[in-house]
């Protein structure tokens, strides 16, 4: 990385937005028949936003592009400072748009020898009309994401291009900076490396490509330099107008210039399941006594006994507390100083050190990188190094792991990513699987989803669901299948839940003597490297969730004449989603696939959301190999609908709470 932001043009005439505009109002989730008005406008918006209707419009510029073609590089620029004039005046018509999509489209070829496809614009003319588009893995949504950036460059507010690491954020603006410049537009990247300096001049760029993450925090040290928050839960309060004339002296320390139109990459990553993380600013409060705390609370619950002294709620993922655990506890107090000594405290501590010992597993959970506990994140699969957990459970596993305890945080401001993409002005995005996430979209966000069909049919093949009654069996077979894709030459991916698992089955390929590639959490660094040569005749690819999402698997020759890449996922995961991410990593572009799923009884799926259904499929497959049977697949439908049912619930009451705050803030503003 050669610099932590890069600005393609020094003259950025854009006015900072400080103040109401920085902000935009957000309305509260309708309750009541306002919820039931809004759901049928979520139906009337369906009907409204149809792939059918922009591929048509798809059509039409592709006719008004083929008037550009024999253009000179000069006229055509003309045009677009044309277009963006009237684009930044607010005086662009429907065919103006038209005209400036079939523009960007010439210029695509031009700067890059790449032409969108039809179903490319008709994504593009989604996410303009505030949807989400549903684009399968490898029909090209960086650069479908480069149109609707262009517009939004053009209206000359700010663009944000969200994406999901900051390898991706710096590669897609470095590749698409080209069509920009040809546009009049300048473009920056802003990365977890980037100082205050560089953040600024990216944000004052016409569009800036970051990551959520980087988005927010910048957010939240805004709002504390301009005196916003008021209290460590206000993280979007609008100030009043006394506190107006006192943020002005906070505008050298504020790096964004507000909140206008973001277009997400991986939608459903970034909108829903990274809804419910809250982003914290926080300091060190160095607590030397609360630190033998931790170290006293790990000696303490070795004592306790489980299902004597405590129960393990592996569905809700918490400990609970028996009466004898209760009287344990009462017992400590004379053996017991300092934080230790009140018995709220003392509780508080000794839940902790159970939670960290029962349910956060190191491999699954989080890894030690350099001597620090490094969380992973469950649903791709990444380290997430820059994070901790709340409330003294990061200390605990750290005790846990008999590591030096970090101080505590205390927290000066905070926002989950759900609250903060709602304060958008203009929002849309993209992903290859958001269509069961609809309702939820809309009812959120009110976010249509549109799914655009691919630009060539899928033929990749999918099988049955092998399970087992154990894992070893589980672990035997797939290890069979990849033996035997291996000797065929044909490239296989195998998909693993956690780090755990991708280094046990790696283990064994090695005893068995198959070389392959390793994919997690521990080497994240080599992701795009790894997964651009997984479609290679022979190669072996153990992947976590992540599996190299933004970078496509592209087929050697002789590799698509052996079948294609073949997707072994050895588990369930509790969202449908990524397993339609990860089976989506193969038939790219029309070329042909394979994939299928070896699951056991064993898995934490069924452990964990469907122990009694988990019965029934040990029954179904007792005697019968590993024949499909409808029992054993019930099991883990019903597994995942639990699953997906209460992370829905969770979402839901994060902003539930969200709103209630904003209510909140609002009062306490006009009582003051």
Avoid at 88 to 117: K, M
Avoid at 163 to 178: F, G, I, S
Avoid at 596 to 605: K, P, Q, R, T
Wanted: charged content about 25%; overall charge positive; proline content about 3%.
């Amino acid at each position: 990385m050669s610099e932590p932001a890069h600005i393609t043009a020094s003259n950025i005439r854009t006015p900072m937005l400080i103040g109401p505009d920085a902000v935009p109002a957000r309305k509260p989730m309708p309750r009541g028949l306002d919820a039931a008005w809004h759901r049928i406008g979520g139906i009337t918006a369906r009907w409204r936003h149809t792939s059918g209707r922009y591929l048509r419009l798809a059509q039409r510029i592709e006719s008004l592009s083929s008037g550009l073609v024999g253009l000179s590089d000069t006229a055509l620029r003309e045009r677009a400072v044309e277009l963006r004039t009237s684009f930044r005046l607010g005086r662009e018509s429907r065919e103006d748009l038209l005209r400036g999509i079939a523009l960007v489209r010439e210029v695509a070829f031009r700067t890059l020898s790449q032409r969108p496809y039809p179903v490319q614009i008709a994504g593009a003319l989604a996410m303009i009309d505030g949807c989400v588009a549903e684009m399968a893995t490898g029909e090209g949504k960086t650069l479908t994401a480069t149109i609707p950036a262009v517009i939004a460059g053009w209206r000359g507010r700010g663009c944000h291009v969200v994406t999901v690491n900051d390898y991706l954020a710096e590669r897609d603006a470095n590749w698409m900076k080209h069509v920009f410049e040809f546009c009049g537009l300048s473009v920056g990247f802003v990365v977890s490396s980037a100082q205050p300096d560089d953040r600024r001049a990216a944000y004052a760029c016409d569009i800036t490509y970051s990551t959520n993450k980087e988005l927010a925090a910048d957010f939240l040290r805004d709002r504390l330099a301009l005196g916003q928050i008021r209290s460590n839960a206000a993280a979007i309060a609008r100030p009043s107008p006394r506190e107006r004339g006192r943020a002005l002296h906070g505008l050298d320390h504020v790096v964004m210039r507000g909140l206008h139109t973001a277009i997400v990459d991986e939608a459903d990553s970034v909108l829903i399941d990274e809804a419910i993380t809250p982003l914290i600013i926080a300091a060190q409060a160095q607590n030397a006594e609360r630190d033998l705390a931790y170290h006293a609370a790990a000696k303490a619950c070795h004592d306790f006994k489980p299902g004597l002294d405590y129960v393990v709620n592996q569905a809700h993922r918490e400990i609970e507390l028996t009466r004898a655990g209760r009287s344990r506890l009462e017992g400590l107090s004379e053996s017991t100083s300092g934080a230790m000594s009140g018995l709220v405290r003392r509780t508080d501590l000794v839940l902790q050190a159970l939670t960290a010992k029962e349910l956060y597993t190191l491999g699954k959970h989080y890894v030690i990188e350099n001597g620090k506990v490094a969380i992973i994140d469950e649903f791709t699969g990444r380290m997430m190094a820059d994070r901790t957990w709340r409330d003294g459970l990061h200390q605990a596993i750290e005790t846990k792991e008999s590591l030096q305890v970090t101080p505590i945080n205390e927290t000066l401001a905070r926002i989950s990513f759900q609250r903060f993409f709602r304060g958008y002005k203009r929002l849309c995005g993209m992903s290859g699987t958001v269509r069961e996430l609809r309702s939820e979209l809309w009812a959120t966000y009110a976010l249509p989803v549109v799914t655009i069909p691919t630009h060539r049919p899928c033929q990749r093949v999918h099988k049955s669901d092998e399970a087992f009654v154990n894992a070893s069996a589980k672990w035997h077979r797939a290890v069979q299948l990849i033996e035997d894709a291996h000797h065929r030459g044909q490239p296989i991916l195998v998909g693993c839940a956690s780090v755990q698992t991708s280094e046990y089955l790696s283990e064994m390929l090695t005893t068995r003597g198959i070389p392959h590639a390793l994919l997690n959490a521990r080497n994240a660094a080599k992701e795009a490297a790894i997964v651009e040569c997984a479609g290679e005749r022979n190669a072996v690819t153990i992947a976590t969730n992540m599996a190299g999402r933004g970078t496509d698997i592209r087929l050697a020759l002789d590799a698509r004449q052996l079948g294609g890449l073949f997707v072994l996922a050895t588990e369930r995961h509790e969202s449908r989603r990524i397993d339609r991410q990860l089976f989506g990593r193969s038939g790219r572009q029309g070329d042909p696939g394979l994939a299928m799923a070896v699951v056991s009884l064993e898995d934490e799926l069924l452990t964990r959301h469907a122990p009694l259904a988990r019965t029934f499929g040990r029954f179904a497959i007792l005697g019968r190999g590993s024949a499909p049977h409808v029992l054993s697949r019930l099991a883990f439908f019903i597994a995942q609908r639990r699953a997906q049912a209460k992370a829905r619930s969770q979402r839901r009451a994060v902003l539930l709470a969200d709103d209630w705050l904003d209510e909140s803030l609002a009062f306490s503003e006009r009582a003051g």
